[in-house]
């Protein structure tokens, strides 16, 4: 027994009202809603009962381009000179000019994506690998058209081993199943290699694209930009003004081909080169600034 409990009854009386008494549930503290969860924020429209919540916020619909007139532009000519300065001492056929054009579009949806032979070639180191039934029709001309290996089992061993001797592949239609079956997707897929209709890499005439292959290239547009070999750095600037010329107009073609989905136009036009940095051009050949052509042939 307590010793509260022998206490009389008198002395109880006395302790008892000096107890402190329990407090009412009505005073018992309370946590608020933001304090019972931290850091839950909603942003709501409006006030009250009318409150409503918000709509997450997006980025630009189109990508956004810098001003133009803000930035130096460059005539063709001038921007060869400075370029071929930067690449003083290397190989002129191993080194390139490279085309970057920026176009205005929206962010999501179609992309431009072609191929395009050009006036004066430019990869013309390039071995292109040809699957077809082999001793076809087919193998003869793009064997006569410059491919450098033909065939089906021949070509899947050889990837399979590792030996991807070759720059660009094609396949004819033919070979389709054969293609599947190997399962070299995984192989020729990262790098670019796999034939497929959708790149215009399966083909039924063969041999008409190898040629085209190896004096062209193939182009994709990758977030608003397309980007390309152009030319050799021994190019003259005649050379050079002509496949710029086919190459904005190819451009443009693909653009208008794709107008009833997006609207696509050509906004910044960039020379650069394998090492050098980029020139924004004006358009024009040449200013008053401009060495003579004649002095600008060859490296």
Request: glycine share 8%; aromatic share 4%.
């Amino acid at each position: 027994m307590s010793s509260y409990g022998v206490l009389p009854t008198a002395a109880r009386g006395i302790l008892s009202s000096c107890r402190a008494p329990l407090r009412d549930a009505s005073m018992a503290p309370t946590l608020s809603t933001f304090q019972q969860v931290r850091g839950l924020k909603v942003k709501t429209k409006g006030k009250g009962k009318n409150a409503q919540p918000g709509k997450k916020s997006r980025g630009p619909s189109e990508y956004v381009q810098k001003n133009l007139k803000d930035m130096p532009q460059w005539a063709l000519c001038d921007a060869m000179r400075f370029i071929r300065a930067t690449e003083v001492g290397r190989e002129p056929t191993l080194q390139k000019y490279e085309l970057h054009v920026r176009l205005r579009t929206k962010r999501d949806g179609p992309v431009i994506r072609n191929m395009l032979r050009f006036p004066h070639a430019v990869q013309t180191e390039s071995r292109i690998c040809v699957i077809c039934p082999p001793n076809s029709k087919a193998a003869k001309e793009a064997l006569a058209a410059g491919a450098v290996l033909v065939g089906e089992d021949e070509v899947f061993e050889a990837v399979k081993a590792g030996k991807i001797e070759f720059d660009r592949c094609l396949a004819h239609p033919d070979s389709v199943p054969a293609l599947n079956k190997a399962a070299l997707g995984r192989i020729l897929g990262p790098r670019g290699l796999m034939p497929s209709a959708k790149t215009g890499t399966v083909v039924e005439d063969v041999a008409s694209r190898v040629e085209m292959l190896r004096g062209g290239t193939v182009y994709r547009e990758r977030d608003a930009v397309i980007r390309l070999p152009i030319g050799q750095l021994g190019f003259s600037p005649e050379q050079l003004r002509d496949n710029l010329r086919v190459t904005l107009g190819q451009i443009r073609k693909d653009a208008s081909g794709l107008a009833d989905r997006v609207n696509k136009e050509i906004y910044e036009v960039v020379l650069s080169s394998t090492n050098g940095p980029g020139f924004s051009l004006n358009g024009e050949f040449s200013s008053e600034d401009s060495p003579d052509t004649s002095l600008m042939r060859g490296v």
